[in-house]
C-alpha cells in the first residue's frame, strides 16, 4: 500500500487575502520506492465565509488540494511507482 506525503510550498493569494493557487509537492511511496512530483492547483472562490489568511493553517490548505486533485494526483504517482518497479526480481543465484 502506498503512502502519500503532501506539502504545501507556496500560496498564491489576491488584494482581499483570499488563497487563489496553491503550490505544493506530494512523495508517494510504496515502502521500496518513492517519488516526488511538484504540482500547483487555483482554487475556487470560496462560497461560505473565507478563513481569515492569517488563520489558515497547513492542515487546512492540505484538505483543499487533496479534495480538488488529491486522487488524480495520486493515481498519477502510484501509476509511476508500478512502472518503476516492472521487471524488478529480488533473490539470489544460488537460492534458485
Known amino acids: 500500500m502506498n503512502t ?6 507556496n500560496m498564491q493569494r489576491n488584494g482581499n487575502g483570499i488563497v487563489r493557487t496553491v503550490s505544493f509537492s506530494v512523495t508517494a511511496s510504496d515502502g ?8 500547483s492547483t487555483g482554487l475556487p472562490e470560496p462560497i461560505d465565509t473565507p478563513i481569515d489568511y492569517s488563520d489558515l493553517t497547513e492542515t487546512q490548505v492540505i484538505t483543499w488540494v487533496k479534495d480538488l486533485v488529491g486522487t488524480f494526483t495520486e493515481e498519477r504517482l502510484a501509476a509511476y511507482i508500478i512502472s518503476k ?5 529480488t533473490g ?5
Open 92 to 96: 539470489m543465484p544460488w537460492d534458485a
Open 85 to 89: 518497479n516492472e521487471g524488478r526480481q
Open 4 to 9: 502519500y506525503e503532501y506539502k504545501i510550498i
Open 32 to 39: 521500496v520506492d518513492s517519488v516526488t512530483r511538484t504540482y
